[in-house]
């Protein structure tokens, strides 16, 4: 079981940046490959980013790639979202999620635990 918490949302305005911490709870965090989802209002779920188990493998949405950042680190048992050039388009809730695997995909429906979202919204 892993229970995953989320912080560092907030109020931005646009060209700004934002970093985000998801912090897990559980023993047997460093087996789960782990990726960041947002959910803007009226809008599907959508992914942003995934980081293996590792650490050394890395995969990005188009919409964010070269401006977001995705880091882990197994020893804290967190996961990290660094946002720069952040566009109002980015404003959305925003969830981390755990995969029991190696590296995880796009799909939401891959991921076995979520935490509960941390909102960022993006002033222009």
């Known amino acids: 079981q892993v229970q995953l918490v989320e912080s560092g949302g907030g109020l931005v305005q646009a060209g700004g940046s934002l970093r985000l911490t998801c912090v897990a709870s559980?023993?047997?965090?460093?087996?789960?490959?782990m990726a960041w989802f947002r959910q803007a209002p009226g809008k599907e779920r959508e992914f942003v980013g995934a980081?293996?188990?590792?650490?050394?493998?890395?995969r990005y949405a188009g919409s964010v790639r070269g401006r977001f950042t995705i880091s882990r680190d197994n020893a804290k048992k967190a996961v990290y979202l660094q946002m720069n050039s952040l566009e109002p388009e980015d404003t959305a809730v925003y969830y981390c999620?755990?995969?029991?695997?190696?590296?995880?995909?796009?799909?939401?429906?891959?991921?076995?635990?979520w935490g509960q979202g941390t909102q960022v919204t993006v002033s222009s």
């Open positions: 559980g023993p047997t965090y460093s087996d789960y490959a």
């Open positions: 980081i293996s188990r590792s650490g050394n493998s890395l």
């Open positions: 999620a755990a995969d029991y695997s190696t590296f995880g995909g796009s799909r939401s429906s891959e991921y076995d635990y």
